[in-house]
């Protein structure tokens, strides 16, 4: 999943540098293109919380269990 996120950025940060008046390849890009740890950081944060998400809604990940709390003692 992650290397096709990459691919379709490249492929678009190559279209609009043509719209701009760059021709800079898909391997230049791929290869010398800035892309700010910060930017990093919360893709990966990002996908950690729907995975866990994701994890969470499943049969087995969300359990709720129901007291009677007037069937226990105090």
Same mark, same amino acid.
Do not use: A, N, Q
């Given at each position: 999943m992650e290397r096709r996120l990459v691919d379709l950025r490249t492929d678009l940060y190559q279209l609009l540098g043509v719209a701009v008046g760059y021709d800079h390849t898909i391997d230049y890009i791929k290869t010398q293109f800035y892309n700010p740890q910060y930017h $990093?950081? $919360?893709?990966?944060e990002q996908m950690q919380i729907r995975k866990q998400f994701a994890k969470a809604i499943?049969?087995?990940g969300l359990r709720v269990l129901l007291v009677d709390r007037a069937a226990r003692p105090m």
């Open positions: $990093v950081d $919360v893709e990966l499943t049969d087995d």
